[in-house]
C-alpha cells in the first residue's frame, strides 16, 4: 500500500487513547504499510470528534488526530455496497492492548489490520483462553453513527471507524473485541500476558431479500454448554462444539431435504428435554400472547439481542416469561423466532425434532416482525430511543 493511500486512511480518522499523555502511545505501523515515519501530531481540542473513534476503558482520556492531513471528509470506503454479505472483509485498522498476568492494559494501539504475531505457545492456542464480542454500528441518515448498548458488551470503549460504516440502509459495521491470553505457557495455566484487541467488518444487513426464515434441527445427543461449564461466557472454546453437531445434522437431514440449510437448536445435557439455544443465537416462541424463552442458568449466553427483545416485547404489551421451555412446546407454537447481534431477530420457518417436522410458514410471524421492526428502528435510530440504549458519535 502507498503511503498516501494510508494517510488518507489516516486522515479520516480520530482516535482516543487512555490517559493524558502528550503524545500518542507507540505506535506500529511498522508492519509493511509504511516506508516513512509518519508525522502523527495531538490536538486536544474536541472539535474533531466526528471520525474515527476509539476509546479505551480509562479514567483519563487524551485525544489525537492527525492534524497536518485532516480534511474534515466522511467519505465512504471503497467497496461495492449493496452486494455486502456476512463474511469478513478486512478494514484498516485494529485497536491493541496488552497487559502483563495481573498487571494493568497499557496505553492501546491503533495498527494497521493485519496477521498477529503470537507464540506458538500462547494460552489463547493451547488452552483456548479466550472471550470474544459482537456488535454492530448503524450509519443514521443524518450521517451519525450509532452503536447499540455497546457497555452491554462489558467494554468500555467506544468506536467506529466512518468509512468503513456501511450507507444507511445497507448494513452495519460488525465490531469484534477479542481477549485472549497471548503469553506463552506449556502446563495448563493462564497465560502471563493478555492482548486485547478489537477489529471491524462491513457486514450486509444479515437477510437481503426481508427476514429469511431459518430452519431448526433440534439436537438430542450433541450438546454446547453443560452445568458448571463455559456456556453462559462467550469463551471462544464453546463454538468448537457446534462443528459435530451441524456436521451430524447435514449427515442425516442432508440426505432428506438437501436443500434446506438446518441449524441446530441445542436442548439441555441434562433432561434432554428443555430448549437451550441455536450455536449462536437465543430462541423465543410464542404462543398467544405470550412469549417465552429460556431462562439463563449458566449454560445458555444472555444475549444482548435477547435481553432487549424482552424488554421491547414487554413495552409492546406483551407477555414474556424466562423458564424452562420444553421442547414438545415448539409443536404448537404460533411462532418461533431466534435473536443475536448477528441475524438481530430471524423467524423460523421449521423445526425437526426426532424425525419430525413443525412448519410455521414462510414469512415472518406478525409477532416476529413488530419485534424485528421496533428493534431495528431503534437500532438504526429511526425511532426515539427511549431505552437510552444507542450510543451516538459525533
Ligand atoms: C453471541 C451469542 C448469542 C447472541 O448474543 P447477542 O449479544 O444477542 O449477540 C447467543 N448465543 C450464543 C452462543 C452466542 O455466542
Redesign the pocket.
Known amino acids: 500500500m502507498e503511503n498516501t493511500a494510508v494517510l488518507t486512511c489516516l486522515q479520516q480518522n480520530y482516535f482516543c487513547f487512555s490517559g493524558h499523555s502528550s503524545s500518542l502511545p507507540s505506535r506500529s505501523f511498522s508492519n509493511t504499510t509504511l516506508s516513512q515515519p509518519f508525522s502523527l501530531k495531538l490536538q486536544k481540542q474536541p472539535a474533531l470528534v466526528s471520525h474515527y473513534v476509539l476509546r479505551a476503558a480509562s479514567p483519563a482520556r487524551g485525544y489525537a488526530t492527525l492534524s497536518d492531513t485532516y480534511s474534515g471528509t466522511s467519505e465512504l470506503a471503497d467497496i461495492e455496497w449493496d452486494n455486502l454479505g456476512f463474511g469478513f472483509l478486512s478494514t484498516d485498522y485494529m485497536y491493541v492492548m496488552k497487559c502483563p498476568q495481573g498487571g494493568k492494559f497499557s496505553n492501546g494501539e491503533l495498527q494497521c489490520f493485519g496477521n498477529i504475531e503470537l507464540s506458538p505457545s500462547a494460552g489463547v492456542l493451547n488452552y483456548g483462553q479466550g472471550l470474544f464480542e459482537?456488535l454492530k454500528a448503524y450509519r443514521k441518515e443524518d450521517g451519525n453513527i450509532l452503536l447499540f448498548r455497546p457497555e452491554?458488551n462489558a467494554m468500555r470503549m467506544r468506536m467506529a471507524n466512518r468509512r468503513w460504516v456501511p450507507p444507511t440502509g445497507k448494513g452495519s459495521l460488525y465490531i469484534r473485541p477479542l481477549l485472549m491470553g497471548s503469553g506463552a505457557v506449556l502446563g495448563l495455566a493462564p497465560a502471563p500476558e493478555y492482548t486485547f484487541l478489537i477489529y471491524v467488518s462491513p457486514v450486509g444487513n444479515y437477510f437481503k431479500e426481508g427476514v429469511a426464515p431459518i430452519n431448526l434441527i433440534v439436537e438430542h445427543e450433541l450438546h454446547?454448554a453443560t452445568p458448571g461449564g463455559t456456556?453462559g461466557v462467550?469463551t471462544i472454546g464453546?463454538?468448537a462444539a457446534n462443528y459435530s453437531a451441524d456436521a451430524c445434522s447435514e449427515g442425516t437431514i442432508g440426505l432428506l431435504r438437501p436443500k434446506a440449510i438446518l441449524t441446530v437448536l441445542y436442548l439441555d445435557c441434562i433432561h434432554k428435554r428443555y430448549l437451550e439455544?441455536?450455536?449462536?443465537?437465543?430462541i423465543f416462541v410464542v404462543k398467544d400472547k405470550m412469549i417465552a424463552t429460556p431462562a439463563i442458568k449458566g449454560t445458555?449466553?444472555p444475549?444482548?439481542?435477547?435481553k432487549s427483545i424482552i424488554d421491547v416485547a414487554q413495552s409492546q404489551g406483551f407477555q414474556v416469561e424466562e423458564r424452562q421451555v420444553l421442547v414438545d412446546e415448539l409443536l404448537d407454537a404460533d411462532e418461533v423466532f431466534c435473536?443475536?447481534?448477528?441475524v438481530v431477530v430471524s423467524p423460523v420457518g421449521s423445526v425437526t425434532y426426532l424425525g419430525k417436522r413443525v412448519s410455521y410458514g414462510d414469512g415472518i410471524g406478525v409477532v416476529s416482525q413488530q419485534l424485528y421492526s421496533v428493534l431495528t428502528k431503534l437500532q438504526m435510530g429511526l425511532i426515539e430511543d427511549k431505552m437510552e440504549w444507542t450510543v451516538e458519535l459525533r
Open positions: 459482537g452491554e454446547r456456556g462467550k464453546n463454538y439455544e441455536v450455536s449462536s443465537c437465543n445458555i449466553l444475549g444482548i439481542t435477547r435473536t443475536g447481534t448477528a
